[in-house]
Nanobody, 113 residues
């Protein structure tokens, strides 16, 4: 049974940083590309970042390039999203995704002064 469990969300002031984690189980993590999505109130879910199975490939939404970094630790079956220079428009529920099929429960990120 595939499980994705996100953590690390919270409230932060503009310009602050957060690090999200997603612990995966139930599948061969080291073989899977992993994605972070987010969904703000009243908006569609959008792809934020993707990382290849070995970590050598990454890609980002234009809105987060240069501020967010996706990484993974295949020994720990965990994918991360380091978010720096946060803006109010980054406020959303952030979701971890595997195989474009499986989703975690999401973790809330709120950026506000």
């Amino acid at each position: 049974q595939v499980q994705l469990v996100e953590s690390g969300g919270g409230s932060v002031q503009p310009g602050g940083s957060l690090r999200l984690s997603c612990a995966a189980s139930g599948f061969t993590f080291r073989s899977a590309a992993m994605r972070w999505y987010r969904q703000a109130p009243g908006k569609e879910r959008e792809l934020v970042a993707v990382i290849g199975s070995a970590g050598g490939y990454t890609n980002y939404a234009d809105s987060v390039k240069g501020r967010f970094t996706i990484s993974r630790d295949n020994a720990k079956n965990t994918v991360y999203l380091q978010m720096n220079s946060l803006k109010p428009e980054d406020t959303a529920v952030y979701y971890c995704n595997a195989f474009d099929t499986y989703w975690g429960q999401g973790t809330q990120v709120t950026v506000s002064s």
